[in-house]
């Protein structure tokens, strides 16, 4: 009986310490900045997830909470209470985040750089931002197309491996030892010729080593003797030239001796 009664009592303390846990959270989720808090305007156009009472925050850290929303043309306007002690630029804007897995959301405000100050009933420019329920949406768009691909591929391994796919990779595996078969009955070959080549390779090597003098003469000789070949084909070509020239005055005289 008394253990028990000790059991009782701990799940008490246990329960009553919770209770006082989810009090204390909501306790400073909801407690307002009353003593001399002045009130901003932030228009968005999606507040989806945000409630009265969440958090305000500059750098992480806490100076406000959401008093309440008012739809005007399409757009939400959400006032908020501000710690007397914060100044904001005037060029400040505000970000819908979540705390986490969890999807707690609040509002982040963006200092901007303006000297100015934003007054009470001014009004802060909202802008929507990827939070992590966005980022879990495109991730259940990747599984989803993860599934589809997994399930492309495991129709085609289906295909492939039905009783003609099976009888081409057999077929193919067959040519493959064949091709292997081959190449190993012809490996003796295969290296004979190989070093066959090396061989050829060493002995051409060498003899160009030895004879490299003649044949550097030889490519000389060559050279001269292409040189004076281009000199004999423009002496031909003078020669031309000159006969040209006669055969020209030659058929000149003699038209001059047809008029006499």
Known sequence: MRKIGAEVASGVVIFLAFIILIAGFLFLKNTVFEAGTYTLLIEFDDVTGLEPGDIVSVSGLRIGKVNDFELKELKVFITISISPDVQLPSDSHAQIKSLGMVGEKFIDIRPGTSPNFLKAGDTLQGKSVSDFSDLTGSAEGLMRQAEELLGNIKIAFEN?????????????????????????????????????????????????????????????????????????????????????????????????????
């Open 160 to 260: 492939i491996f039905d009783a003609r796919g099976q009888a081409d990779f057999k077929e193919t595996l067959a040519h493959l030892r064949d091709l292997a078969a081959t190449l190993d009955n012809n490996s003796s070959h295969i290296a004979n010729t190989l070093i066959n080549i090396d061989s050829l390779s060493t002995s051409l090597n060498e003899i160009l080593t030895a004879r490299r003098a003649e044949v550097e003469s030889s490519i000389k000789n060559f050279s001269k003797a292409s040189n004076r070949l281009e000199g004999l084909t423009n002496k031909m070509d003078q020669s031309m030239t000159s006969v040209q020239s006669l055969l020209a005055k030659i058929e000149n005289e003699e038209g001059s001796v047809g008029k006499v």
